[in-house]
């Protein structure tokens, strides 16, 4: 067994677990729809959430071409997808809310919520700097300022458009960017 495949292993559990939380989250909203008030912006970053985990793992792929993995890198990588499930846990609670309603959870929660995707974006820089590719400042801002300002405000126009965006943003990157087998990179 290559280090790479021993690694992606464990991302791929971390990344199975992740996905089988937001199916199972889902399934219980829809086997209980009077008990449960959907709120559409939750149900998008739900999406979202989905997508970027599907994405996550086929991203796992470029891994497969580094030649030398170090203990950093390694935990850099596992601390990654560990994020991205916790906020799946987050979006998706493990006991649904006992009102039932998912507008007043998803802005109870937006500051974990977002917070952890703050950290996912630290990381997706991160790791373009350590793919040797240093993105200007503007794209720092640009990638980390939404959610600093999605933590703190309860602007339900602003929380709109920025979950329509970030799933749009993303389901073009996974349609554009896995077209004919390529992963595309980060930045």
Known sequence: MTTFEYITVLVSIIVGLGITHLLIGIARLINRPDQNKVYWIHLLWVIQSFEWLVYFWWFNLTMGTWEEWTGLLYTFFILWVVVSFLRCAVIIPIDLPES?????????????????????????????????????????????????????????KYHAAFAILWVVLLTLWLALGTVGGQVMQTF
Do not use: H
């Open 100 to 156: 039932g309603d998912f507008r007043d959870y998803f802005y109870a929660k937006r500051a974990w919520f977002f917070g952890l995707l703050l950290v996912e974006q630290l990381f997706n820089l991160l790791y373009s700097v350590i793919r040797d590719f240093t993105p200007p400042l503007w794209i720092w801002i640009l990638s980390l300022g939404p959610f600093a300002v999605a933590m703190v405000t309860r602007n339900s």
